[in-house]
């Protein structure tokens, strides 16, 4: 399997601008995640889905973000108007799921958004 | 909320020597998973070593062991014979077994640098 894959790797916006990371999860995984790391916060959960759901949105920052999953193959994570505090590197993540032993939480390679 | 604490935001080890980075958490369930995963500057996070709460060996994976002290919730990473490539941040991570077990807690981070 070629892992977790994300698009686009960078990406350079001006302020305002409508701003969409996307994920491809590992096949077969059930849950996916979406991260965003930056200095001052370290790595932060935003959201994630259980087969296309989602689950816990606590995370999401404000309404500005908004993230879908419209199949078990493919989710976005938007952010409309984008700010320059929204500047970090964004993980998406996915994990069979389940409560068996060892399960863990596979990463893509992150997009680094800059906003500025 | 679980927590988990790096203290340790910085350490260099001489290649070939051994290492032990910290981390402490904070919890009131009995069973849980903890991980520490690997990210080098490519940003990637590597899963590096996962243990299970209610195992009282610790995990082993080639050069990387834990020291896991349940009643002290003290789950140190130790590195032998440090490699160059060794050189990263490093995440400790705990998974709830109970209801929550889809959601992860990170550390802050430590970064390791390894001198030649």
């Known amino acids: 399997d070629a892992g977790v894959i994300q698009s686009p790797r960078h990406e350079v916006t001006e302020m305002g601008q409508e701003v969409t990371l996307r994920c491809k999860p590992i096949s077969g995984h059930d849950y996916l995640f979406w991260y965003r790391q930056t200095m001052m916060r370290g790595l932060e959960l935003l959201i994630y889905f259980n087969n296309n759901v989602p689950i816990d949105d606590s995370g999401m920052p404000e309404d500005r973000f908004s993230a879908k999953m419209p199949n078990a193959s493919f989710s976005t994570l938007k952010i409309q108007p984008s700010e320059p505090r929204d500047s970090a590197v964004y993980f998406c993540?996915?994990?069979?799921?389940?409560?068996?032993?060892?399960?863990?939480?596979?990463f893509g390679p992150g997009t680094r958004l800059l906003v500025l | 909320a679980q927590t988990v604490t790096q203290s340790q935001p910085e350490m260099s080890v001489q290649e070939a020597e051994t290492v032990t980075l910290s981390c402490t958490y904070d919890?009131?369930?009995?069973?849980?998973?903890l991980f520490w995963y690997k990210q080098p500057p490519s940003r990637q996070m590597i899963l590096v070593i996962r243990?299970?709460?209610?195992?009282?060996q610790n995990a082993t994976e080639n050069r990387f062991s834990v020291n896991f002290q349940k009643a002290a919730k003290s789950f140190s990473l130790k590195i032998s014979d440090s490699q160059l490539g060794d050189a990263a941040m490093y995440f400790c991570?705990?998974?709830?077994?109970?209801?929550?077990?889809?959601?992860?807690?990170f550390g802050s981070g430590t970064k390791l640098n390894v001198k030649p």
């Open positions: 993540a996915s994990s069979l799921g389940g409560q068996g032993d060892l399960e863990t939480q596979y």
């Open positions: 991570a705990y998974r709830s077994a109970g209801a929550n077990f889809n959601k992860f807690y």
């Open positions: 919890t009131s369930e009995s069973d849980y998973y």
């Open positions: 243990q299970e709460a209610y195992k009282q």
